[in-house]
Nanobody, 116 residues
């Protein structure tokens, strides 16, 4: 069973940046797809960015040009850099691991609040 632990959340001013990290208990090179999702207050969870084991990346339109997802295989970590933060980026951010079969695994989430 995979365990995911997110870190890096906090309160940031509009226009600022934040870097979130997701530590996996499993070797991430064996995980088909890892992603970052977010759930704004009162809204459903949505994909922010995802990266596959072979490197393919995908981004939500709302963060394109502002977000970078990356893998550090040596540290079994997937990072999300989010720049030019907006109020609407406020959400709980979740890490996700998809083996391509069976149930997906979620982290406990980390809160990101963008406010002045």
């Amino acid at each position: 069973q995979i365990q995911l632990v997110e870190s890096g959340g906090g309160q940031v001013q509009p226009g600022g940046s934040i870097r979130l990290s997701c530590l996996s208990s499993r070797n991430i090179t064996t995980i088909y797809n890892m992603g970052w999702y977010r759930q704004p207050p009162g809204k459903p969870r949505e994909l922010v960015a995802a990266i596959r084991s072979h490197g393919y990346q995908a981004y939500a339109n709302s963060v394109k040009g502002r977000a970078t997802i990356s893998r550090d295989n040596a540290k079994n970590t997937v990072n999300l850099q989010l720049d030019s933060l907006k109020i609407e980026d406020t959400a709980v951010y979740f890490c996700n691991a998809d083996l391509g079969r069976g149930p997906q695994t979620w982290g406990q989430g980390t809160q990101v609040t963008v406010s002045s």
